[in-house]
Protein backbone atom coordinates (compact mmCIF):
# COMPACT_ATOMS: atom_id res chain seq x y z
CA UNK A 1 0.00 0.00 0.00
CA UNK A 2 1.54 3.67 -1.35
CA UNK A 3 1.01 6.39 0.99
CA UNK A 4 -1.09 8.90 0.29
CA UNK A 5 0.33 11.44 2.64
CA UNK A 6 -0.14 14.15 0.16
CA UNK A 7 -2.61 17.37 -1.38
CA UNK A 8 -2.17 17.64 -4.75
CA UNK A 9 -3.66 21.25 -5.70
CA UNK A 10 -4.24 23.26 -8.29
CA UNK A 11 -4.27 26.76 -9.56
CA UNK A 12 -4.05 29.46 -12.11
CA UNK A 13 -0.27 29.16 -13.38
CA UNK A 14 2.16 31.58 -11.48
CA UNK A 15 -0.44 31.45 -8.68
CA UNK A 16 1.36 28.50 -6.96
CA UNK A 17 3.10 30.87 -3.83
CA UNK A 18 -0.46 31.81 -3.42
CA UNK A 19 -1.90 28.58 -2.90
CA UNK A 20 1.21 27.23 -1.17
CA UNK A 21 0.66 30.19 1.53
CA UNK A 22 -3.15 29.43 2.12
CA UNK A 23 -2.71 25.80 2.13
CA UNK A 24 -0.23 26.04 4.73
CA UNK A 25 -2.23 28.74 6.87
CA UNK A 26 -5.26 26.24 6.29
CA UNK A 27 -3.29 23.38 7.32
CA UNK A 28 -1.77 25.11 10.64
CA UNK A 29 -5.83 25.77 11.72
CA UNK A 30 -6.67 22.18 11.99
CA UNK A 31 -3.23 21.46 13.35
CA UNK A 32 -2.04 19.69 9.69
CA UNK A 33 1.78 20.20 8.97
CA UNK A 34 3.44 19.77 6.32
CA UNK A 35 5.52 21.27 3.44
CA UNK A 36 5.10 22.83 -0.33
CA UNK A 37 7.05 21.42 -2.88
CA UNK A 38 6.24 23.65 -6.24
CA UNK A 39 7.61 24.87 -9.44
CA UNK A 40 6.19 28.95 -10.04
CA UNK A 41 4.30 28.08 -13.36
CA UNK A 42 3.35 24.62 -13.24
CA UNK A 43 -0.19 25.14 -12.36
CA UNK A 44 -0.01 22.54 -9.33
CA UNK A 45 1.78 21.74 -6.44
CA UNK A 46 2.08 19.57 -3.76
CA UNK A 47 1.44 19.54 0.24
CA UNK A 48 3.71 17.21 1.74
CA UNK A 49 2.61 15.77 5.00
CA UNK A 50 4.19 13.51 7.34
CA UNK A 51 1.66 12.09 9.72
CA UNK A 52 -0.03 9.09 7.99
CA UNK A 53 -3.94 9.87 7.50
CA UNK A 54 -3.56 13.56 7.69
CA UNK A 55 -4.25 14.36 4.21
CA UNK A 56 -7.35 12.91 3.83
CA UNK A 57 -8.22 14.46 7.44
CA UNK A 58 -7.38 17.92 5.85
CA UNK A 59 -10.05 17.54 2.92
CA UNK A 60 -12.71 16.38 5.24
CA UNK A 61 -11.94 19.11 8.18
CA UNK A 62 -10.85 22.23 5.58
CA UNK A 63 -13.84 23.48 3.67
CA UNK A 64 -13.04 23.99 0.25
CA UNK A 65 -15.40 26.68 -0.39
CA UNK A 66 -13.19 28.98 1.98
CA UNK A 67 -10.04 28.10 0.13
CA UNK A 68 -9.27 31.31 -2.79
CA UNK A 69 -6.48 30.27 -4.94
CA UNK A 70 -6.64 26.65 -4.82
CA UNK A 71 -9.04 25.34 -7.75
CA UNK A 72 -9.19 21.46 -7.21
CA UNK A 73 -7.23 18.84 -4.86
CA UNK A 74 -7.05 15.47 -4.13
CA UNK A 75 -5.62 13.39 -1.64
CA UNK A 76 -2.21 11.09 -3.10
CA UNK A 77 0.95 9.79 -2.95
CA UNK A 78 3.70 9.91 -4.89
CA UNK A 79 3.47 10.36 -8.70
CA UNK A 80 3.06 6.83 -10.84
CA UNK A 81 4.91 5.74 -13.48
CA UNK A 82 3.54 3.88 -15.64
CA UNK A 83 4.17 1.67 -18.73
CA UNK A 84 2.13 2.93 -21.66
CA UNK A 85 0.94 -0.93 -22.70
CA UNK A 86 -0.72 -1.16 -19.45
CA UNK A 87 -1.68 1.73 -17.68
CA UNK A 88 -5.56 0.65 -16.94
CA UNK A 89 -3.95 -2.28 -14.95
CA UNK A 90 -1.81 -0.52 -13.37
CA UNK A 91 -4.21 1.97 -11.51
CA UNK A 92 -6.34 -0.96 -11.09
CA UNK A 93 -3.80 -1.60 -8.62
CA UNK A 94 -3.34 1.04 -7.02
CA UNK A 95 -7.04 1.69 -6.60
CA UNK A 96 -8.19 -1.88 -5.27
CA UNK A 97 -5.27 -1.75 -2.80
CA UNK A 98 -6.31 -1.79 1.02
CA UNK A 99 -7.06 1.55 2.09
CA UNK A 100 -7.49 3.11 -1.18
CA UNK A 101 -11.63 4.24 -0.30
CA UNK A 102 -14.21 2.86 -2.71
CA UNK A 103 -14.86 5.56 -5.13
CA UNK A 104 -17.75 6.28 -7.27
CA UNK A 105 -16.77 8.36 -10.43
CA UNK A 106 -13.69 9.31 -12.49
CA UNK A 107 -12.32 12.18 -13.26
CA UNK A 108 -8.96 12.95 -15.28
CA UNK A 109 -7.26 16.20 -14.77
CA UNK A 110 -3.93 17.99 -15.36
CA UNK A 111 -2.09 21.31 -15.46
CA UNK A 112 -4.11 24.22 -16.37
CA UNK A 113 -0.51 25.00 -18.57
CA UNK A 114 0.12 25.31 -22.44
CA UNK A 115 1.91 22.04 -22.14
CA UNK A 116 -0.99 20.86 -19.69
CA UNK A 117 -3.87 21.48 -22.28
CA UNK A 118 -1.92 18.89 -25.01
CA UNK A 119 -3.20 16.37 -22.55
CA UNK A 120 -6.93 17.35 -22.75
CA UNK A 121 -7.71 14.43 -25.33
CA UNK A 122 -5.69 11.79 -23.39
CA UNK A 123 -7.49 12.61 -20.44
CA UNK A 124 -11.19 12.78 -22.07
CA UNK A 125 -10.18 9.28 -23.73
CA UNK A 126 -8.06 7.66 -20.99
CA UNK A 127 -11.24 8.62 -18.40
CA UNK A 128 -14.04 7.01 -20.53
CA UNK A 129 -12.28 3.51 -21.23
CA UNK A 130 -10.62 3.44 -17.44
CA UNK A 131 -14.27 3.97 -15.95
CA UNK A 132 -15.74 1.81 -17.96
CA UNK A 133 -13.25 -0.81 -17.28
CA UNK A 134 -13.36 0.24 -13.47
CA UNK A 135 -17.18 0.07 -13.17
CA UNK A 136 -17.54 -2.73 -15.05
CA UNK A 137 -15.21 -4.64 -12.31
CA UNK A 138 -17.34 -2.68 -10.13
CA UNK A 139 -14.43 -0.92 -8.29
CA UNK A 140 -16.48 2.31 -9.31
CA UNK A 141 -19.66 2.08 -7.26
CA UNK A 142 -22.47 4.25 -7.18
CA UNK A 143 -22.93 6.12 -3.46
CA UNK A 144 -25.10 8.40 -2.28
CA UNK A 145 -24.14 11.76 -3.18
CA UNK A 146 -23.26 13.35 0.18
CA UNK A 147 -20.81 10.76 0.98
CA UNK A 148 -19.72 10.20 -2.80
CA UNK A 149 -15.51 9.64 -3.17
CA UNK A 150 -13.97 10.71 -6.62
CA UNK A 151 -11.23 8.96 -7.99
CA UNK A 152 -9.01 11.50 -9.21
CA UNK A 153 -6.12 11.15 -11.82
CA UNK A 154 -3.74 14.23 -12.66
CA UNK A 155 -1.61 13.53 -15.74
CA UNK A 156 1.40 15.09 -16.09
CA UNK A 157 2.25 13.24 -19.32
CA UNK A 158 0.66 9.60 -20.84
CA UNK A 159 2.99 7.75 -18.29
CA UNK A 160 3.16 10.25 -15.43
CA UNK A 161 0.17 10.02 -13.59
CA UNK A 162 -0.60 11.26 -9.36
CA UNK A 163 -3.38 8.67 -8.50
CA UNK A 164 -5.88 9.94 -5.59
CA UNK A 165 -9.10 10.59 -4.05
CA UNK A 166 -11.17 13.46 -2.70
CA UNK A 167 -14.40 13.79 -0.93
CA UNK A 168 -17.12 14.85 -4.34
CA UNK A 169 -19.30 17.39 -1.82
CA UNK A 170 -16.11 18.92 -1.10
CA UNK A 171 -14.04 19.83 -3.96
CA UNK A 172 -14.62 21.96 -7.37
CA UNK A 173 -18.00 20.98 -8.64
CA UNK A 174 -16.20 21.13 -12.29
CA UNK A 175 -13.21 19.34 -13.34
CA UNK A 176 -10.02 20.96 -13.09
CA UNK A 177 -11.91 23.86 -11.11
CA UNK A 178 -12.84 25.49 -14.66
CA UNK A 179 -16.61 26.06 -15.28
CA UNK A 180 -17.43 25.98 -19.13
CA UNK A 181 -19.18 29.40 -19.73
CA UNK A 182 -20.02 30.29 -23.38
CA UNK A 183 -19.07 33.87 -24.18
CA UNK A 184 -22.06 35.25 -24.98
CA UNK A 185 -21.76 37.37 -28.51
CA UNK A 186 -23.63 40.03 -27.63
CA UNK A 187 -21.81 41.20 -24.21
CA UNK A 188 -19.70 44.33 -24.84
CA UNK A 189 -16.62 42.53 -23.33
CA UNK A 190 -15.03 39.11 -22.48
CA UNK A 191 -15.09 40.42 -18.44
CA UNK A 192 -18.88 38.99 -18.79
CA UNK A 193 -17.99 35.73 -17.57
CA UNK A 194 -16.23 36.69 -14.87
CA UNK A 195 -19.41 38.00 -13.28
CA UNK A 196 -21.19 34.63 -14.52
CA UNK A 197 -18.52 32.45 -13.22
CA UNK A 198 -19.13 34.40 -9.78
CA UNK A 199 -23.02 33.88 -9.56
CA UNK A 200 -22.11 30.03 -9.78
CA UNK A 201 -19.27 29.77 -7.22
CA UNK A 202 -21.06 32.55 -4.84
CA UNK A 203 -24.94 31.77 -5.23
CA UNK A 204 -26.50 28.44 -5.53
CA UNK A 205 -28.53 27.96 -8.67
CA UNK A 206 -31.65 27.20 -6.29
CA UNK A 207 -31.32 31.11 -5.16
CA UNK A 208 -30.57 32.99 -8.51
CA UNK A 209 -34.62 33.81 -8.61
CA UNK A 210 -35.12 35.35 -5.67
CA UNK A 211 -31.45 36.88 -5.45
CA UNK A 212 -30.74 37.86 -8.98
CA UNK A 213 -34.37 38.42 -9.07
CA UNK A 214 -36.81 39.95 -12.43
CA UNK A 215 -37.03 43.47 -12.21
CA UNK A 216 -34.93 43.90 -8.93
CA UNK A 217 -32.16 47.10 -8.70
CA UNK A 218 -28.57 46.64 -9.17
CA UNK A 219 -25.38 48.75 -9.26
CA UNK A 220 -22.24 48.61 -11.52
CA UNK A 221 -19.49 50.27 -10.24
CA UNK A 222 -16.85 51.11 -12.93
CA UNK A 223 -18.97 49.58 -15.44
CA UNK A 224 -17.68 50.39 -18.97
CA UNK A 225 -18.18 49.24 -21.80
CA UNK A 226 -20.51 46.91 -20.16
CA UNK A 227 -19.89 43.02 -19.46
CA UNK A 228 -21.11 42.89 -15.97
CA UNK A 229 -24.41 45.03 -16.57
CA UNK A 230 -25.16 42.86 -19.56
CA UNK A 231 -25.37 40.21 -16.96
CA UNK A 232 -27.43 42.15 -14.92
CA UNK A 233 -30.05 42.76 -17.74
CA UNK A 234 -30.34 39.38 -18.69
CA UNK A 235 -31.74 38.58 -15.35
CA UNK A 236 -33.92 41.25 -16.23
CA UNK A 237 -32.46 43.71 -13.33
CA UNK A 238 -32.62 47.67 -13.66
CA UNK A 239 -28.94 48.80 -13.22
CA UNK A 240 -26.90 52.13 -12.05
CA UNK A 241 -23.88 51.66 -14.69
CA UNK A 242 -21.39 54.52 -12.80
CA UNK A 243 -18.35 55.22 -14.92
CA UNK A 244 -17.20 58.04 -16.42
CA UNK A 245 -16.66 55.72 -19.81
CA UNK A 246 -18.52 55.11 -22.97
CA UNK A 247 -21.38 52.25 -22.40
CA UNK A 248 -22.00 49.87 -25.35
CA UNK A 249 -24.62 51.62 -27.31
CA UNK A 250 -26.38 48.10 -28.11
CA UNK A 251 -27.01 47.34 -24.35
CA UNK A 252 -27.80 51.12 -23.74
CA UNK A 253 -31.27 50.20 -25.77
CA UNK A 254 -32.57 47.75 -23.78
CA UNK A 255 -33.79 50.82 -21.28
CA UNK A 256 -32.89 48.71 -17.97
CA UNK A 257 -29.88 51.38 -17.53
CA UNK A 258 -29.25 54.44 -15.96
CA UNK A 259 -25.47 55.74 -16.70
CA UNK A 260 -24.55 57.50 -13.92
CA UNK A 261 -20.81 59.91 -15.27
CA UNK A 262 -19.39 60.09 -11.82
CA UNK A 263 -16.27 58.32 -8.85
CA UNK A 264 -17.29 54.85 -8.13
CA UNK A 265 -15.84 55.58 -4.90
CA UNK A 266 -18.47 58.66 -4.23
CA UNK A 267 -21.69 57.58 -5.08
CA UNK A 268 -24.41 56.49 -2.73
CA UNK A 269 -27.43 54.81 -4.34
CA UNK A 270 -30.96 56.91 -3.32
CA UNK A 271 -32.52 53.38 -2.25
CA UNK A 272 -31.20 50.43 -1.23
CA UNK A 273 -30.48 48.12 -4.15
CA UNK A 274 -30.46 44.06 -4.16
CA UNK A 275 -27.29 44.25 -5.40
CA UNK A 276 -23.66 46.46 -5.82
CA UNK A 277 -21.11 44.97 -8.29
CA UNK A 278 -17.62 46.54 -8.95
CA UNK A 279 -14.56 45.80 -11.10
CA UNK A 280 -12.99 49.26 -10.94
CA UNK A 281 -9.26 48.61 -10.79
CA UNK A 282 -7.91 50.62 -8.28
CA UNK A 283 -5.94 49.67 -4.57
CA UNK A 284 -7.58 46.32 -3.33
CA UNK A 285 -7.70 47.68 0.26
CA UNK A 286 -10.15 51.15 -0.90
CA UNK A 287 -12.20 48.64 -2.66
CA UNK A 288 -12.43 46.56 0.03
CA UNK A 289 -13.66 49.46 2.27
CA UNK A 290 -15.96 50.82 0.05
CA UNK A 291 -17.92 47.18 -0.42
CA UNK A 292 -17.63 46.94 3.06
CA UNK A 293 -19.45 50.53 3.30
CA UNK A 294 -22.01 49.40 0.98
CA UNK A 295 -22.82 46.45 2.94
CA UNK A 296 -23.07 47.86 6.45
CA UNK A 297 -24.90 51.22 5.39
CA UNK A 298 -27.16 49.40 3.27
CA UNK A 299 -26.77 50.50 0.32
CA UNK A 300 -27.14 47.03 -1.15
CA UNK A 301 -27.97 43.88 0.22
CA UNK A 302 -25.15 41.59 -0.94
CA UNK A 303 -21.87 42.85 -3.14
CA UNK A 304 -19.73 41.30 -5.79
CA UNK A 305 -16.23 42.87 -6.24
CA UNK A 306 -13.26 42.18 -7.58
CA UNK A 307 -9.98 43.10 -5.78
CA UNK A 308 -6.93 43.75 -8.15
CA UNK A 309 -4.17 41.92 -6.74
CA UNK A 310 -0.48 43.97 -6.43
CA UNK A 311 2.42 42.77 -7.96
CA UNK A 312 4.17 41.16 -4.80
CA UNK A 313 2.86 39.76 -1.65
CA UNK A 314 -0.53 39.33 -3.25
CA UNK A 315 -1.73 36.43 -0.44
CA UNK A 316 -0.77 38.92 2.31
CA UNK A 317 -2.94 41.65 0.72
CA UNK A 318 -6.16 39.56 -0.05
CA UNK A 319 -5.79 38.72 3.74
CA UNK A 320 -5.13 42.24 5.01
CA UNK A 321 -8.51 42.83 3.05
CA UNK A 322 -10.23 40.47 3.96
CA UNK A 323 -9.53 40.97 7.78
CA UNK A 324 -10.60 44.52 7.05
CA UNK A 325 -14.08 43.74 6.14
CA UNK A 326 -14.23 41.41 8.89
CA UNK A 327 -13.29 44.09 11.14
CA UNK A 328 -15.63 46.54 10.03
CA UNK A 329 -18.44 44.23 10.55
CA UNK A 330 -17.21 43.03 14.14
CA UNK A 331 -17.18 46.81 14.90
CA UNK A 332 -20.98 47.28 14.09
CA UNK A 333 -21.65 43.85 15.82
CA UNK A 334 -22.97 42.53 12.35
CA UNK A 335 -23.35 39.18 11.07
CA UNK A 336 -22.07 38.91 7.73
CA UNK A 337 -20.77 36.28 5.10
CA UNK A 338 -18.31 36.95 3.14
CA UNK A 339 -16.24 34.35 0.80
CA UNK A 340 -13.44 35.47 -1.49
CA UNK A 341 -12.37 32.75 -4.97
CA UNK A 342 -9.93 33.03 -7.54
CA UNK A 343 -11.77 32.36 -10.50
CA UNK A 344 -11.09 30.89 -13.53
CA UNK A 345 -11.96 33.95 -15.44
CA UNK A 346 -9.57 36.16 -13.31
CA UNK A 347 -6.45 36.93 -13.76
CA UNK A 348 -4.39 39.72 -11.76
CA UNK A 349 -7.36 39.72 -9.33
CA UNK A 350 -9.48 37.72 -7.24
CA UNK A 351 -13.44 37.91 -6.93
CA UNK A 352 -15.39 38.33 -3.41
CA UNK A 353 -19.14 38.31 -2.51
CA UNK A 354 -20.00 39.76 0.68
CA UNK A 355 -23.58 40.10 2.50
CA UNK A 356 -25.59 40.52 5.73
CA UNK A 357 -27.21 37.81 7.07
C1 LIG B 1 -12.08 46.63 -15.90
S1 LIG B 1 -13.07 47.94 -16.44
C2 LIG B 1 -14.68 47.36 -16.16
C3 LIG B 1 -15.15 46.37 -17.17
C4 LIG B 1 -16.61 46.03 -17.00
N1 LIG B 1 -16.87 45.31 -15.75
C5 LIG B 1 -17.11 45.17 -18.13
O1 LIG B 1 -17.46 44.00 -17.90
O2 LIG B 1 -17.20 45.66 -19.26
C6 LIG B 1 -12.88 49.11 -15.19
C7 LIG B 1 -13.72 50.35 -15.39
O3 LIG B 1 -13.65 51.12 -14.19
C8 LIG B 1 -13.74 52.47 -14.53
N2 LIG B 1 -13.23 53.26 -13.39
C9 LIG B 1 -11.98 53.31 -12.88
N3 LIG B 1 -11.94 54.12 -11.80
C10 LIG B 1 -13.22 54.56 -11.63
C11 LIG B 1 -13.84 55.40 -10.68
N4 LIG B 1 -13.14 55.94 -9.68
N5 LIG B 1 -15.16 55.66 -10.82
C12 LIG B 1 -15.88 55.10 -11.82
N6 LIG B 1 -15.35 54.28 -12.74
C13 LIG B 1 -14.03 54.01 -12.63
C14 LIG B 1 -12.94 52.60 -15.81
O4 LIG B 1 -13.38 53.72 -16.54
C15 LIG B 1 -13.24 51.27 -16.51
O5 LIG B 1 -14.29 51.43 -17.45
Known sequence: MSYFNRLLLQCRSGFEKEAAAEITDQCANVGIYGYCTLNQGDGY????????????????????????FIRQWMVCGDCNELEREDRITQIEAVVTDIGFPQCSDLWVEYPDTTEGRELATFARKFSSALAQKLRKKAVLRKAKASSAIKLMLFALSGSEVFIGYIPAKNSAPWPMGIPRLKFPKSAPSRSTLKL??????????????????????AVDLGAAPGGWTWQLVQRSMFVAAV??????????????????????????PEQQVNLMVCDVVDKPVKTAGMAADWVINGWCQEAIFNLKLPMKQRYQEVI?????IAERFMQEGLAYELSAKHLYHDREEITCHLRIL
Open 45 to 68: LCFNIQQPGEAERAVKEIDFHALI
Open 196 to 217: EEAWHWFIPKSQWDERLAFGSQ
Open 243 to 268: DNGPMDPGLMETGQINHVQEDAYKFV
Open 320 to 324: SCLNL
